[in-house]
């Protein structure tokens, strides 16, 4: 299931409790990011759920929504329940919301 950066943006601004999950690698992390983000790089999603609550709203991003989708994939399949996936991933967010960050 995804959310769009618009949808996403409505939310953080009505100040909905989310988690912002982003699975890309620390460089790219370094470039830009949404404010308030917890990284986990995507090979290291396996061993390291267990730092997130499957009871949270998760919001999964990386640079273009594929990453993410496979990271919320398998969130769902151990135990996530509210996971969604940042559809177009950052460039999106930073196309539609956030055009002040650089792109890469």
Same mark, same amino acid.
């Given at each position: 299931?995804?959310?769009?950066?618009?949808? &996403?943006?409505?939310?953080? =601004?009505?100040?909905?409790?989310?988690? &912002?999950?982003?699975?890309?690698?620390?460089?790219?992390?370094? %470039?830009?990011? %949404?404010?308030?983000?917890?990284?986990?790089?995507?090979?290291?999603?396996?061993?390291?759920?267990?730092?997130?609550?499957?009871?949270?709203?998760? %919001?999964?991003?990386?640079?273009?929504?594929?990453?993410?989708?496979?990271?919320? =994939?398998? &969130?769902?399949?151990?135990?996530?329940?509210?996971?969604?996936? &940042?559809?177009?991933?950052?460039? =999106?967010?930073? =196309?539609?919301?956030?055009?002040?960050?650089?792109?890469?």
């Amino acid at each position: 299931t995804d959310i769009t950066s618009v949808e &996403l943006k409505q939310r953080l =601004d009505r100040g909905d409790p989310l988690v &912002l999950l982003d699975v890309r690698e620390p460089h790219e992390y370094q %470039i830009n990011r %949404i404010e308030g983000s917890t990284l986990i790089p995507l090979g290291e999603v396996p061993r390291r759920y267990a730092e997130l609550n499957p009871e949270d709203q998760l %919001i999964v991003y990386c640079k273009m929504g594929a990453r993410s989708a496979r990271a919320a =994939d398998y &969130l769902r399949t151990v135990g996530f329940k509210k996971v969604l996936n &940042l559809k177009g991933g950052i460039l =999106d967010w930073i =196309d539609k919301v956030d055009p002040t960050q650089p792109r890469y």
